[in-house]
């Protein structure tokens, strides 16, 4: 128990493949050996997905997390045994959203108490969730609302990491959202998740443009001038290792992504569309900046593989490998600036710099 981390593990909506996820990824014995899987859910309806996709994954019940046993799925019931769930395979309904926020609620409240290490959350359907209990548009937006911290989405797969200044907001509300606080403190967290949590040393950080071609000199917008890049030489000149900004086409499109350890983009589409083109079924949702670790495969519920078995399991894998990653990551860390060297100057960050800088502005 001392070696291995304790994962919560929501069931997401019920309706959808979260338990095919679940029981598929588990059904190889050798990831047990590096976690100790808790699942917030229901067992009549694990019971269920597990009948219906004829998987024969073994689960353990337990009341309460501190029951969890090593080389198991375990199971809490936080659902209730007098309920009788109904599951309807790619269906939208409030029940199926009802459960989802039990069992995130349930996993939260368990990784508050110390009682987690991490949290992988299976996809839910926002439409499906509580209005009530969660007036939120996205579960990283509830993740950082409850959890201590200040959360950053960062997508991460094998290729680059890809933080958001913008979360789910409409993208005519994008624009009046981008400020120099924001803009500044989105980069720094970005800069010390990827420090602490990937255990790069001398991270690189680029910055996206707002506009299209990063405002092209200004004459499609002045956000670039007016605001990121007074924020970029700002934190260039305090050894901070950040760069643009870029125009998100031809930072993509040329590949420069590959020289950087993480890229801020600036609204959800222009980050979050390439990253998927890249890898979508590698690819993770790490909601950074939090005490507590949490990770989720980067899709939704996929109503329209629901019940099918056809469901990959490979980013909720990844889910899980990243989240056991960033923990020993960060108890690396941790330990190794408890007791910090004296400042060394670094070298002359104009010679980095020119290798990063935009051969076409308009671009």
Partial sequence: MENKIIIGITQGDTNGIGYELILKAFANAELFDMCIPVVYGSEKVLHFHRKALGLNTPYHVISKVEQAQEGRLNLINVI????????????????????????????????????????????????????????????????????????????????????????????????????????????????????????????????????????????????????????????????????????????????????????????????????????MDEGTNFTAGLDVICMAPDHGPAYDKAGKGEASELSFLQAIYNAIDIYRHREVYDESHANPLPHVVQQDRREDRRRFVNPNPEQ
């Fill in 80 to 279: 209730g045994d007098a309920l009788e769930p109904t599951v309807v395979f790619g269906k939208t309904s409030e029940e199926a959203g009802r459960m989802a926020y039990l069992a995130l609620e349930a996993a939260v409240r368990d990784a508050s108490a110390d009682n987690l290490d991490a949290i992988v959350t299976c996809p839910i359907n926002l439409a499906a969730m509580p209005k009530g209990d969660f007036p939120f548009k996205s579960q990283t937006d509830y993740l950082g609302a409850k959890l201590n911290g200040e959360s950053l989405m960062m997508l991460c797969n094998p290729y680059m990491r890809v933080a958001l200044a913008t979360n789910h907001q409409p993208l005519g509300t994008v624009a009046e959202s981008i400020t120099a606080e924001l803009v500044e403190k989105r980069i720094r967290q970005a800069y010390e998740s990827v420090s602490r949590d990937f255990l790069c040393a001398m991270p690189r950080v680029a910055v996206l443009g707002v506009n299209p071609h990063a405002g092209s000199a200004a004459m499609i917008g002045t956000e670039e001038d007016d605001i990121v890049r007074p924020v970029v030489a700002k934190l260039a000149d305090e050894d901070v290792r950040v760069f643009g900004p870029y125009a998100a086409d031809g930072f993509f499109g040329a590949g420069m992504y590959k020289h950087f350890d993480c890229v801020l983009a600036m609204y959800h589409d222009q980050g979050v569309t390439p990253f998927k083109a890249l890898s």
